[in-house]
């Protein structure tokens, strides 16, 4: 029902989405790459804050672990419309107190870098659950052994931990990188122009609101099932040479 | 309470004991006695779009899930579609497709503005409500896919055996065991339901996030409410997590 009355209305304002002018295509992908390059920021600012977050909850002293617990309870306690407006305020104040005190001029932060800042603290705490847990599950003889040859830390975890657990982590990424790219929405509360704004500012300018909202959808969802293809050839790259579950061998 | 007695954690809790009482000083907060009855009626007003939403959308997902677990192909497809759809774009599109896009269409019809539905109609709140339903029917149908495929088929098979009818194999065995079986992500979902319900505000429907945007607005205080409201959101999600891990319990559990 929804959909018909979606496609008779959409079907008349469809050449609103030509690229040139009177259309409002670029604008619709310029929001995305904004989006797509947020949610990318993010997404690998949060797995650097999940992997440093893992391994010091795994390893870390007792007020590192309890730290961290409180972070990553805080962050996911807390609606990420509130955090996002937290940490924008509070993040600007910061740096340009930080510049203030240092005898450089306050600067305006830019939407970009304070999207992905934000959003990576955010992600960077689910990423820290999904890492521990995907650490946790290499064989601890795996990492005894690279220890017994007396392999440094470092290079212990660059060559064994982290790509033992890369298999077990995937999964988890994956859905994280889907939530990445919808949080991204979120930014337009902060008038950020990422796609869910550019089409409310187009569909505000045109009246054509089915057309634009679903053009973005169209958009999200594109990419939320291309992710999902790659991320899929990723798991199956990652587990090769593991035994099937199940039996069976994919 | 043993746990928390150790002394680093003492340290940390005197930490932050300090850091509340530091708030509370030195913060602005005498904004709050005025807005008192607003907040009251903002959280109220989260609770209930909280409650509301997941029954709904709990009553929806267990045929999506079903259809998607068991059903047909021309159940079974549309179900899929759907629930890669709903979780496929984000909340806010959605949200914000059915406001203003059913909302500028709906006058255009002359029987629904006749209709007694129409005062309802023109407020925020249906839609707010229509929207977050969808979502969480959207993610749950496809937990509760897992959850019914889940249970043993052996438990079934009994059922089957002992001549029970469809339905009543549903009621009595399947949907409790499924229940069951997904509790824990669903205690999860809710608390994600919870952190979506401010994206209400957007389309004007005045919950504790939006009761905190008037406060911001009315009097530049831009740290205290945002603190408070962190605060607010805390306090539901732990009130929530506990009851999940009371509602665990009461289910008496193998653990083999």
Redesign the interface.
């Known amino acids: 029902m929804?959909g018909i009355?979606?496609a008779t209305?959409a079907a008349s304002t469809l050449d609103l989405l030509a690229w040139s002018p009177p259309g409002w295509g670029a604008n619709l992908l310029r929001g995305l790459l904004n989006s797509i390059l947020i949610a990318t920021g993010a997404f690998w600012l949060g797995a650097a804050i999940g992997i440093c977050g893992a391994y010091g909850k795994l390893y870390g002293g007792?007020?590192l672990r309890?730290?961290l617990a409180v972070y990553t309870t805080?962050v996911?306690?807390?609606?990420?419309?509130?955090?996002i407006?937290?940490l924008y305020?509070?993040g600007t104040d910061a740096v340009n107190q930080m510049l203030v005190a240092l005898g450089y001029e306050r600067i305006q932060l830019s939407g970009l870098a304070a999207g992905i800042g934000v959003l990576g603290i955010v992600q960077g705490a689910y990423a820290t659950e999904v890492l521990r847990g995907a650490i946790l599950a290499v064989p601890a003889g795996q990492i005894e052994a690279a220890r017994a040859m007396g392999m440094p830390p470092v290079l212990l975890a660059r060559r064994i931990t982290l790509p033992a657990m890369l298999s077990f982590a995937l999964p988890g990424l994956a859905n994280l990188w889907?939530v990445a790219t919808?949080?991204?929405?979120?930014l337009?509360?902060v008038g950020f122009a990422e796609l869910?704004q550019e089409?409310?500012q187009a569909?505000?300018a045109t009246?054509a609101?089915?057309t634009f909202?679903?053009a973005?959808?169209v958009l999200?969802?594109a990419?939320?099932?291309g992710s999902g293809l790659v991320f899929g050839r990723l798991e199956a790259w990652a587990r090769r040479g593991q035994p099937g579950v199940g039996g069976a061998s994919k | 309470m043993r746990a928390l007695l150790?002394p680093?954690?003492v340290v940390?809790l005197v930490l932050a004991l300090a850091l509340v009482v530091w708030c509370v000083l030195n913060l602005r907060w005498d904004w709050l006695p005025k807005y008192l009855p607003m907040i009251g009626q903002g959280i109220w007003r989260t609770i209930w779009i909280l409650v509301v939403t997941t029954v709904l959308g709990m009553a929806l997902a267990v045929p999506l899930g079903l259809a998607q677990a068991v059903g047909p192909w021309f159940l079974a497809a549309p179900a899929r579609v759907f629930c890669?759809?709903i979780?496929?774009?984000?909340?806010?599109?959605?949200l914000?497709?059915l406001y203003?896009?059913?909302?500028?269409?709906f006058p255009q019809f002359p029987w629904i503005k006749d209709s007694s539905l129409w005062p309802y109609l023109r407020q925020a709140w249906p839609y707010a409500v229509l929207a977050l339903t969808l979502s969480f029917a959207g993610y749950e149908g496809e937990v509760m896919r897992g959850a019914f495929k889940g249970v043993q088929r052996g438990q079934l098979e009994a059922a089957r055996a002992m001549g029970m009818p469809r339905l009543t194999i549903l009621r009595r065995i399947w949907l409790p065991q499924a229940l069951h079986r997904a509790l824990p992500t669903l205690g999860g979902e809710v608390?994600l339901q919870?952190?979506?319900?401010?994206?209400v505000a957007?389309i004007t429907v005045v919950d504790i996030?939006s009761v905190a945007s008037r406060v911001r607005q009315d009097t530049f205080i831009?740290?205290e409410p945002?603190?408070l409201?962190?605060v607010v959101?805390?306090a539901i999600?732990?009130l929530l997590v506990l009851a999940f891990r009371w509602l665990e319990h009461r289910v008496p559990a193998r653990v083999a």
């Open positions: 929804l009355i979606g209305a007792p007020v309890d730290l805080v996911r306690a807390v609606p990420e419309l509130v955090l407006l937290i305020y509070a889907l919808k949080d991204t929405a979120l337009a509360v869910t089409t409310r569909a505000g009246k609101y089915f909202f679903m973005a959808g999200y969802l990419i939320s099932l | 150790q680093h954690r940390m890669t759809v979780r496929g774009t984000p909340l806010l599109l959605q914000w497709l203003f896009g059913l909302g500028s269409l608390v919870l952190k979506a319900t401010p994206l957007t996030y831009v740290y945002l603190l409201l962190a959101y805390m999600t732990g």
